[in-house]
């Protein structure tokens, strides 16, 4: 059973550009979850999807972040206009079921590290 | 608001015990977690312990929880050089949507 994946692991660009970054959850794995670590920092949430669905985007800056998670096909975090602070590790993490309950046993994926120029 | 606090470094010799320590400040923390991070990986989850229990013991792992106090720890017993990571700690936000981490602790294990 493959775990989380994400795609690219390593990722360059140019300030102003744009950056999309992939993740396909754990199978049979509904909830997602993208995380930013910036260097010596732990993780921090950034937003929390159901397929099809936004449930919390707390976590998330109000421009030039977005997310998605389709009925098929992988998560996608997407970054435009790119600036150098952007520069971090982004985690996915997949999970069966939300916390209500239980624990929140998120499984999560290696990483994207996206390198702002 | 919520908030993860732990020490940034901690260095054994292998075969001691190690003990990462972590506060955290909301008391309605239902369940708590402790992941490891080994370099250039993303996070494995290590045990996780409900917070109406005081202990929880896995193998070498044993995690004791202080809801007086808010505190947590993770005891590595027998510690091995394939022990060095960095480690969070993490709870539950409020809404039960996400993790709220710690800064992690680095363990560094000398043969």
């Known amino acids: 059973n493959a775990g989380v994946m994400q795609n690219p692991r390593h990722l360059v660009r140019r300030r102003g550009q744009e950056a999309r970054l992939r993740c396909s959850p754990m199978k049979g794995h509904s909830h997602v979850y993208w995380y930013r670590q910036l260097p010596e920092e732990g993780l921090k949430f950034m937003v929390y999807?159901?397929?099809?669905?936004?449930?919390?985007e707390s976590g998330m800056p109000k421009e030039r972040f977005s997310a998605e998670f389709p009925k098929e096909g992988p998560s996608i975090l997407r970054i435009q206009q790119v600036v150098r602070g952007d520069s971090a590790a982004y985690f996915c993490a997949s999970s069966q079921r939300d916390s209500y309950g239980g624990p929140n046993e998120q499984f999560f994926g290696p990483g994207t590290r996206l390198t702002v120029l | 608001g919520e908030d993860v606090e732990q020490s940034l470094f901690l260095s054994v010799r292998e075969g001691d015990s190690s003990v990462i320590n972590c506060t955290y400040t909301d008391s309605s923390s239902t369940y708590l977690y402790w992941y490891k991070q080994e370099p250039g990986a993303g996070l494995q989850l290590l045990t996780y312990i409900f917070s109406n229990m005081d202990m929880k013991q896995d193998q070498r792992l044993t995690v004791l929880l202080n809801k007086k106090d808010k505190h947590l720890s993770l005891r590595i017993a027998d510690t091995q050089t394939g022990d060095s990571a960095i480690y969070f700690c993490?709870?539950?936000?409020?809404?039960?949507?996400?993790?709220?981490f710690g800064k992690g602790t680095t363990l560094s294990v000398s043969s």
């Open positions: 993490a709870e539950n936000n409020q809404a039960g949507t996400a993790l709220i």
């Open positions: 999807l159901q397929k099809e669905n936004i449930i919390d």
